[in-house]
């Protein structure tokens, strides 16, 4: 993929006509890109029956009142989906020596399509990494730092 295509201004994100490449830019990406993962939808079938896809079934439980489904978010666009893509690549740009960096950019980005909240929050992932969550902040910056140079010109 081409660095222009990387780089093409998002009308949500920023007004300006060039876009502005800094963290805060960076890091709304990902995380649009996180709520468009969990937003897409988990399909197929296993490899066992499951009763309730069975029409006569699901029927039956609508009008039992038994209708179990969780609130789902609307399935994303293939724009969102492309450009899920094109943000989770960018992680790959933080060097491969710097993997829990990495790591930690990569969760902070999943954030729920729902609420909006994010799904590790700081302590959680801190407590994942045996560090306090002030160290897990810094090193989010660092990688998200490290992003954002691999992007400017």
């Known amino acids: 993929m081409a660095m222009s295509a990387l780089m093409e201004p998002r009308p949500d994100l920023h007004c300006a006509e060039t876009p502005l490449i800094d963290a805060r830019y960076v890091t709304a990406r990902l ?4 709520a468009t993962l969990l937003a897409l939808p988990q399909t197929g079938y296993s490899t066992r029956l499951r009763t309730s896809s069975l029409d006569i079934v ?8 038994q209708d179990n489904r969780r609130a789902a978010p609307p399935v994303p666009s293939a724009r ?25 950019v990569g969760a902070r980005s999943v954030v729920s399509p729902l609420t909006g909240r994010h799904v590790f929050t700081w302590r959680r992932l801190a ?7 002030k160290a ?18």
């Open 58 to 65: 699901r029927t039956a439980m609508e009008v039992l009142g």
């Open 80 to 104: 969102q989906i492309d450009e899920m893509e094109q943000a989770l690549g960018w992680i790959s740009r933080i060097p491969p020596e710097r993997h829990v960096l990495r790591r930690i």
């Open 127 to 133: 407590a994942t990494l045996g560090a306090d969550h």
């Open 31 to 34: 995380e649009e890109a996180g």
């Open 136 to 153: 897990a902040q810094r090193w989010h910056a660092q990688g998200i730092a490290l992003i954002v140079a691999s992007l400017t010109p």
